[in-house]
């Protein structure tokens, strides 16, 4: 199988997709540390966005 890569948006890095990718499964750029979501897995082709900032809520 043909390794599958996304390129990141913001040093342009490869970033590694496993064969077994899901929608929703976050992805880090080996390069940067920048995260991103899968949107959409179809026909082959990758849709990704960047991931949301994650934030503590501590119940307040």
Known sequence: ??????????C???I????????????ECPDCGKIYE?????NGKIDYKEA???SEDWGE
């Open 1 to 10: 199988m043909e390794t599958k890569y996304i390129s990141c948006i913001e």
């Open 12 to 14: 342009k890095g490869n």
């Open 16 to 27: 590694e997709v496993p064969d077994d990718a899901m929608v929703g499964e976050l992805l």
């Open 38 to 42: 899968i949107k959409e897995v179809k």
């Open 52 to 54: 949301e900032a994650i």
